[in-house]
């Protein structure tokens, strides 16, 4: 647990991570943000929130019984 | 180098070299002992060179970050935003509170939707689990627990148990839900995790038989419901963690967490190694939450700020800021399709952000204090926010 190691061990196990980590595999920024757009494109016409939902559909929007005064 | 005049009590063999001559009386580790005054200095030079390592592993530390910095940086050809220009703007929303759940007596800390998407389940300071149908107000079930912390809650897949996480004794428990209302569903707790310190969040994996918890003390563990055993436990925060959210690809075995340290880590929970770290907030990261397409995940901080990070390019891609944004976001959440950003933030409101142009899109006010977490429910038809005005609000 971080709460019971000393400065020295915390500093030994982030090294240990970086030097892991420069060898990672990395991709372009380019082309995985053009895979997210499209991943995107295609659900958003699925979104309920973006398109809404039609008010006979979306179970929130009924009228919550309002009251008749006579 | 001259040997120091000194006064010596003793005269007899050094502890350490064995030679007879006039000892100095000095403490190791807290402990007496006497060694001649050459050993003193030799002990002495030993000592500044353990200081010396410190400092080299630090140094270390930060050409190793520099360098992670640049070959990160050789990946950024283009900004997210600039390849989402020649998509279309999203159109006005129509996003208003639809319902308002009142119950809780003290702020709400944690939420969590059913797959069924209709009921959810919620825990506040007060020491009151609700479980709520979101359609008709209807309180379903209702636990009172001893303690009045319940940082996390989360919802089991199949819907039958829920799972709280306890920020005064240490334990992420689950509890059986049943259809009859007078059982006192308290006394069915189960007690599985158990940490040195407070759960600040917990998830059911893909079944109802584990648990991904994380906590105050700085790591997050995976659990065995039934038994209790620790399957995996993940070290590599170097503070308290905040947050936690499990990768929503079916072949995927990760997860993230974000915590006091700043940083956000990936983790791989078949073999509890930390697969890739962000550090970019300047503050305590509050939450994390998965993109939906698994590829990148969100981050809210302390900092003011949101942040996205592609997995892939293994770097931050977006920051949504403004300069008139000042208070700490809370909580994030995706709208189905990824394409909206729902943040939380201390001043109580709801931002909502276009993940892909980088800009925000709309407001939502309502509630009267902090908001705690924001959800949107499994088929995206409505976000819950729940606050520390003691309600949660569905929106819609």
């Known amino acids: ?70 | 180098m001259c040997d120091q005049t000194f006064m010596a009590a003793t005269f007899g063999p050094c502890d350490s070299c064995g030679k007879t001559g006039p000892l100095m009386n000095i403490y190791i580790k807290n402990e007496p002992v006497n060694y001649c005054s050459f050993c003193v200095e030799v002990m002495a030079y030993r000592g500044l060179q353990k200081g010396e390592t410190l400092e080299t592993l630090r140094q270390e530390s930060d050409t190793l970050k520099k360098k992670l910095e640049e070959e990160r940086g050789k990946l950024n050809d283009v900004e997210l935003h600039q390849v989402a220009e020649k998509i279309e703007v999203v159109g006005a929303l129509s996003i208003k509170t639809r319902r308002v759940l009142k119950g809780h007596g003290n702020k709400v800390l944690c939420m969590d939707w059913c797959k069924d998407k209709r009921r959810l389940v919620s825990s506040s300071q007060d020491g009151k689990v609700i479980v709520w149908d979101g359609f008709t107000l209807n309180k379903e079930n209702g636990v009172s627990l001893p303690c009045t912390w319940v940082m996390a809650c989360a919802y089991a897949p199949s819907g039958c148990a829920v799972a709280l996480g306890d920020g005064l004794d240490n334990k992420c428990s689950v509890i059986p839900l049943s259809l009859d209302k007078n059982e006192n569903l308290a006394t069915k707790k189960k007690s599985v995790a158990m940490h040195t310190n407070y759960v600040s969040g917990c998830t059911f994996t893909s079944s109802d038989m584990q648990i991904l918890t994380s906590s105050g003390d700085g790591s997050c563990a995976l659990w065995d419901v039934e038994s209790g055993q620790l399957l995996q436990s993940f070290h590599g925060h170097t503070a308290d963690v905040l947050s936690l959210d499990l990768s929503p690809s079916e072949t995927g075995n990760t997860f993230v967490s974000g915590g006091c340290d700043k940083k956000s880590c990936v983790w791989d929970m078949r073999s509890g190694q930390n697969i890739q770290t962000f550090e970019n907030h300047e503050s305590d990261i509050n939450c994390v939450k998965y993109y939906p397409s698994g590829d990148a995940f969100a981050s809210a901080s302390d900092d003011a700020t949101c942040r996205l990070y592609d997995l892939r390019a293994d770097r931050e891609v977006a920051i949504y800021q403004k300069d008139s944004i000042i208070f700490g976001a809370s909580s994030v959440d995706f709208s189905l399709s990824g394409r909206l950003l729902f943040a939380g933030y201390n001043d109580y409101s709801i931002n909502v952000w276009d993940v892909l142009k980088v800009t925000r899109v709309s407001i939502l006010f309502g509630h009267e204090n902090r908001i705690s977490r924001v959800c949107v429910s499994p088929d995206g038809t409505a976000l819950c926010s729940a606050s520390w005005d003691h309600t949660l609000r569905i929106w819609a």
């Open chain 1, 1 to 70: 647990m971080a709460r019971d190691m000393s400065d020295k061990e915390i500093l030994k196990m982030e090294l240990e991570q970086l030097k892991k980590e420069v060898n990672t595999a990395r991709t372009p920024v380019g082309p995985n943000c053009a895979d997210t757009i499209a991943f995107v494109e295609g659900l958003l016409p699925n979104d309920p929130l973006i398109k809404g939902v039609s008010d006979d559909k979306n179970p929130y929007k009924g009228d919550k019984g309002g009251c008749i005064v006579t």
